[in-house]
């Protein structure tokens, strides 16, 4: 008997030391990604940024470095997903990952996806041709489209936020 508490006592303090552990690595793992948080118009935080540029970026240069180049499917998804977060109404108000989508950004997706083969691309390539020129039309349905294909769980686009595509249209596209 006396063992067996020794024992239990013993995986207790192994699951405690683990469990803190983990949150402390969790914690600095993310502190140096998030760089910024997206605000409503009441103030309330909605979602957060990390290093979704950089990948967006590392992307970008091997896309343009090969005719065809190894990538993962769900960062593609993932950076469709992003762009599109800006210019969305989540439900629960929430969403995960922003990339502004400017013309420099939209450039860069665009170039990525021509040189990818992943169901959608040519949907998403139609619809990004039009965001090039300020028209940012289907926002909803790349949204949602890319958010299935990572199973998705919060933050389905419900709308448009017409709020910061008017914003996005008088920095880029007056």
């Known amino acids: 008997m006396k063992k067996l508490k020794q024992i239990l006592f013993a995986l207790i303090i192994v699951i405690v030391v683990g469990v803190i552990g983990y949150k402390l690595f969790e914690e ?6 998030k760089k ?4 409503d118009e009441s103030g309330k935080v909605v979602s957060y940024t990390g290093n979704y540029q950089e ?3 590392k992307e970008f240069d091997k896309a343009k470095s090969y005719k065809v180049f190894e ?4 960062n593609i998804y993932d950076l469709v997903h992003w762009m599109s977060n800006p210019v969305i109404k989540a439900k629960q108000g929430k969403k995960i990952g922003f990339i502004e989508p400017s013309p420099d950004n939209i450039y ?7 040189k990818t083969k992943i169901p959608h691309r040519d949907f998403f390539l139609e619809n990004l041709k039009n965001w090039e020129k300020g028209k940012f039309t289907n926002v909803e349905d790349i ?3 890319a958010w299935k294909m990572l199973d998705g769980s919060i933050g389905r686009a419900i709308g448009e936020d017409k709020a910061e595509i008017n914003k996005l249209k ?3 596209y007056k």
């Open 143 to 145: 949204h949602n489209t």
């Open 71 to 74: 990538f993962k499917q769900d």
């Open 28 to 33: 600095v793992s993310y502190k140096d990604s």
């Open 36 to 39: 910024e948080q997206v605000k």
């Open 170 to 172: 008088e920095k880029y």
């Open 55 to 57: 990948l967006l970026q």
């Open 108 to 114: 860069k997706l665009k170039t990525i996806l021509e």
